[in-house]
């Protein structure tokens, strides 16, 4: 019985932290866009959907094989990023906040009517390769293949960014454009152009996690909505900016939600919301508080 | 303090005050008292401390450590509204207003609040006498009534930095703090200023954050020294002038700046 | 410090604070209600959703463009109101005037629960926190443990109105409904003028212009975001009960984003911060999207999507401003706003 609760419980945590993670990646972005430009992007979420709709069409449509695809989708979305921001989000850097929610909402409708214009309003996925279908299998304990496909896959790009913030002389760069804008300037750190090139590769990794993570989180037209305000919530846990933040606020949002829907089915869909705005309400700058990135 | 003597409590005292942001310490223990009518400077290079000390006492940060005492009472775990329920104002560094009201709805907005007409949603704010007298007397008085029904954000820099003195003279404070009145104002704005400031009641106690030498040792009795969140010294202005770790300093920043 | 000979007061001084005149401007809603009334009598449902929503975005318009808070989860008010109607002509009495005020009550009782945690944020967390909120309520609404209260995804519905003043009943063709509507929303405009005119009015624009500023001016700054809030909130509810009452029906989507969001497109079209906007923003956008919904719901979202980029960027002050632009060019002497 123990055994049971155990392996039950493991696959739980396993479910939380690939969900955890695909919201992470969805969030690199959103957490970047907001800590060096303090812009307020409620489109990212529609990122992600475009950049799933574009893998699931490569996939579907031309043919490709799965990996081809998510870099496809991953390219294409870094493209339309670029070329928006370089468009209708330069019209709302001076505007104030409410500007900018105010035309990224408008641009998230925008993509939810072409969404549901080219492909409908029936779910679509990825298609998993035959390798992550299968269960593994640990005695009693049995994981989806995928979902730790996805857990490495992100912990890897979570690595590879940690590296280069850390170590690298761009990362140093960006953190110090993060932590202070102004002073990034004066030191002949070009801010503007540092932002667009973050801003399109946030983009791009939102497509990844859209892509990759459509298994679990079906593609349709409203899922630029649908998970917009756990992404906000991620964010904001996290510390406005702070990656690490977002990490960790990821993992325990992943986890409390997964848990939450199984344990206390009345609650399920709710707790998270719960436990949110009681963490805001103690900590507003962000549990995890903000430190170098 | 001396005792026996039958003296009402400093306008300001501070005790021991320090404040850190995680491992940084930009205030340490900084002591200050300060008498009714004071006329007092704080002076220092860039990163000394002394907008953050500012915050300290009008309570829009914390302090680590140690107390704030507004005439004798202890105003360290207050909020910023309620120390200025007590007779605190202070100005910005950067003008702080309301950009798309008119000066006279600013001074208004000061106003209602001395007299509690800030939540009144009752009554129209135009027949709203006292208020209304209040702000254009105050204005004739330091020259600006023209101004009134000019928004801020139309009016250029010098004049938005007099109405915010108009703005903090209408809370009848006893105790005001100037951030660097006079920072980014051309000579003649200056001069504005300056006068202003000379004019001011004597029984106000005021402490003035300034670069601009020429208007502190106007205006200042006492000069307080503030490097990297310490006090250096303090004394009158001669004394000040002729402190050779003072200059040594400004001399040594200078350099470096 | 009063009569004195000076020699530019008061009037002047007067004159620079901006008020929320009564002109024949504020006529027209009413004027048109009556030419519609005989012009379009098969229309009258449609009119009495446009001056639902009207009530709606003069409640977002006190705390959005007046106060500056960036509420993305309004729809919460509007729902708890539509659903506290509802409960109340099931359960307790069918007398619609009743009902109004419970609904009142109950979203003023939201905003006061919520408002002083909430407003205490700033930015996109309050924005996040707002759309959190209204997002929980809508999950707490289709929980099934709260389906005996709400009818969960089938909604609350079965329940009757009595007549207005026990004489007037509420027909088919819509008739005391656009009447009922009407009335409320003449009330709820009137006193949105009056706070708007009131020390208070101004205490809100100034929060809105620099919290700090008011804090290092005494004013208890939350404290008054929550007063504003509150009516806001009941204003919003006020809207959902009439919602409830005259359409007899009251479902999730009352408490969805969707709801949230249409309000806040009004706003926008119309203008923030000069009450009119409410007025045209919402006639615009029900009238619009009545037809268009009916073509294509989704087409309509896309040029909902597009009007909003392109009015942040070229139009900020929304269709108020256009009309105020073109009236200085044009030469007419501007009412202050």
Redesign the interface.
Known sequence: MVMKLLATALALLVDGIAYAMILFLMSVGLTIT?GVMRI?NLAHCGFAMVGGYIGFAFVSMAGFGVLSSLAAAAVVTMILGAVLERT?YR??YA?G???Q???T??????????A??TFGSALHAMPLPLSLTRDMRLGAISISAYRLYIVAVSAGIAGVLWVILEYTEYGARLRAAVDNPRMARCVGIDVPRMFAGTFSVGCGLAAVAGFLGSPIMPLE?FYA?EY??PL??I??VGG?GSLKGSFYAALLLGIVDTFGRYYVP??G??TI??V??AL??WR?HGVFLRSAT | MAQGQPMSPPALEIEGLTKNFGALRVTRQVSLTLEDGARHALIGPNGAGKTTLVNLITGLLAPTGGRIRLSGTDVTDLDPEQRVALGLARTFQITSLFPALTVAENVALALCSRFGLDRRFWGRMRAQVEVIDGAASLLDSLGLLALAPRRIADLPYGQRRLVEIALVLALEPKMLLLDEPAAGLASADRHAVLDLLLRLPEQLTMLIIEHDMSLVFRIAKRITVLVEGSVLVEGAPAEIRANQDVRDVYLGTRHHA | MKAEALPLRPASVQDAFSRHRLSWIDALPWVAAVLVYFAFPTYLALGTLVMISIIFALALDLALGYGGVASLGHAAFFGIGAYAAGIWALHVTSEPFSGLVVAGLAGGLGALMVGPLLLKTRGLTLVMLTLAVATLLQAIANADWCKPVTGGADGLFGYQIAPLFGRFAFDLEGQTGYWYAAGVMAVVFFVSKAIVNSPFGLTIRGIRENQVRMRMLGVPVVRRLVMLYVVSGAMAAIAGGISAQVTRLVGLDSLAFMQSGNVLVMLILGGMGSLYGAFLGATVFVVLSDRAAEIDPFNWLFAVGIVLILAVRFAPQGLVGLIETAADRVGWRRDSR
């Open positions: 907001l307020a209708i019209w709302v505007t906040e409410l500007g929610i105010l035309m909402i408008g641009l998230t409708f925008v993509m939810i009517a072409a549901n214009l037209p909505l917009l305000v906000l919530m964010v904001a406005h009345a609650m869909a709710f919301y719960i949110v705005v805001l309400l507003p």
